[in-house]
């Protein structure tokens, strides 16, 4: 049994390994999918803060993520 | 038929993917083999390879029933929280925060953690060969439906993970200890920069962007996530220097 919930947490582990990344990615994308469901943003310009967003939410978890192991040593 | 330009991409993500989490699954059935024997390995081994299978033959044919605008925009988002992940660790490893992935150092660990096995230990190496070929295995699979599913190019992305999956064993069988010298750091960033790439072009086809130049859009987000990643893994001991 244990080997298998092992199984699962890896399974979960290959897409969420910090939390906050994974959400962040998840909102972004669920608000521009929001948005565009309600007119809001046209296709050029959704993929254009997608692809922002995207390197927003990784340069600021790269950032916390660096300072977090740096204090760490 | 698809061409060429937008075959590569597929199969070279699916390659390099499939060549990585290769690698990994040998080092596990090595480490196995080495405590209790080739007969406990591979029979573990092939248990992994038969599970793997099944959930193919399982999870495949449902994939053909998503509608296809469905499946870029799921599948783009899951490419996105794995490609990521892939990404973040890639770069701060090559801006020196995590140690570097060293098969030799994982083979040692993984050795003395089976032989701390005393009864059941043939069980305890097998379930280990069986767990490392079924986990990494499911990551190979998975960059192969997501790179190809979403256009078609299942069978570039299964061919280039099949020759990266013969290539590891005709390696591993004829050099018989970890693949150490294999650039792996180097490849899983580029790894990471390509599920990344398909992983913002799938979530945004699924929001309805039409990108510029189409499929050739993958090799110019490719090279974006590649800037960024060289960008960010210069400027990253700085940063954490000054804002700590």
Known sequence: MSAIAAIVREIWGLFVDDGSLAAGCLALTGALAAAR????????????ALVAGLLALLAENLRRSARRLKRRR | ????????????????????????????????????????????????????????????????????????????????LFGLRWLRKAILRAAGFIALHDETRAFARESEALRAHG???????????????????????????????????LGPASLGALAAGLLVVALGASL????????????????????????????????????????????????????????????LPRLAQTSA
């Open chain 1, 37 to 48: 469901y309600a007119d809001l943003l046209s296709p050029p310009l959704a993929g254009l």
């Open chain 2, 176 to 235: 018989r200890r970890p693949l150490s010298r294999v650039p792996e750091n180097t490849m899983k960033l580029a790894v990471g920069v390509m599920l990344s790439a398909f992983g913002a072009f799938w979530t945004g086809e699924g929001l309805g962007v039409v990108w510029p130049g189409d499929d050739l859009a993958i090799p110019a987000l490719a090279a974006l996530f590649l800037a960024f990643a060289a960008l960010a893994s210069r400027a």
């Open chain 2, 1 to 80: 038929m698809s061409n060429w330009a937008q075959a590569a991409p597929a199969l070279s993500a699916a390659f390099l993917g499939g060549f990585v989490e290769c690698v990994e699954a040998f080092t596990i059935v090595l480490a196995a083999a080495s405590v209790r024997g080739w007969r406990v390995a591979l029979t573990g081994a092939g248990a992994g390879v038969a599970a793997l299978a099944a959930l193919v033959a399982t999870l495949g044919p449902l994939f053909t029933r998503i509608p296809l605008h469905a499946l870029q925009g799921v599948v783009g988002v899951m490419l996105l």
């Open chain 2, 119 to 153: 009864q059941g230990a043939d069980f305890v190496a097998g379930l280990a060969a069986f767990k490392g070929v079924l986990l990494e295995g499911v990551e190979v699979v998975f960059i192969v439906l997501a790179v190809g599913a979403g256009d078609g190019l």
